[in-house]
């Protein structure tokens, strides 16, 4: 944050000079920022994530919340998650072997980044959705490979996961057929 802060305040300090407001040097070029230490990482406990799946009253957000703490996925391999990737079949559910394959992540990337990378052929970008806004915006919402190999991944599924994960899907099929071509 403070490095965000000092950045505007230079970027500030850096127009007052083109303008001819400041005579001498940008003053923000002779602070020294304070070193970055990093701290480490909250995790909840047992009885914390307990309690955020018997509070959480919203079937997608729950299923969400068995991803991130059953499976340790990040929110953009949650949310870029397809039923193509996941192996749920009843064999396999009885058989302790249920598991997901995660190769995709949902992302926002500016738009001008999105274009170099295709320049340079690094984009991987599997789907670009179409903007929802009527203003313009300068980031895509992208469906893409995870940016590192050791992301691509084999996950294993408790039992109780791979069961929310058949009722998810089983409710979502009825969806299809009650809303057919709205779907």
């Known amino acids: 944050m403070i490095e965000k802060i000092h950045a505007l305040i230079r970027n500030a300090l850096n127009q007052a000079l083109r303008w001819d407001y400041l005579r001498s040097a940008n003053p923000a070029l002779a602070v020294e920022l304070p070193k970055y230490k990093k701290g480490k990482r909250a995790v909840l406990s047992d009885e914390e994530a307990k309690q955020a799946l018997e509070l959480c009253d919203d079937p997608i957000l729950k299923l969400c919340l068995y991803l991130a703490l059953g499976c340790s996925m990040r929110i953009g391999e949650i949310l870029g998650l397809t039923w193509d990737c996941v192996h749920i079949v009843p064999e396999l559910v009885r058989e302790r072997n249920a598991w997901l394959y995660v190769e995709k992540e949902l992302l ?3 738009k001008d980044s999105l274009e170099k990378l295709r320049e340079q052929g690094r984009d991987e970008v599997m789907f670009t959705f179409p903007a929802w806004k009527k203003t313009t915006c300068t980031t895509s919402l992208v469906l893409k490979s995870p940016k590192t190999e050791s992301s691509v991944r084999q996950i294993y599924l408790p039992n109780t996961i791979a069961e929310v994960l058949i009722q998810h ?9 009650d809303l057919a071509s709205e779907y």
């Open 108 to 110: 926002r990337i500016k």
């Open 169 to 177: 899907k089983a409710h979502q099929n009825e969806e299809k057929v």
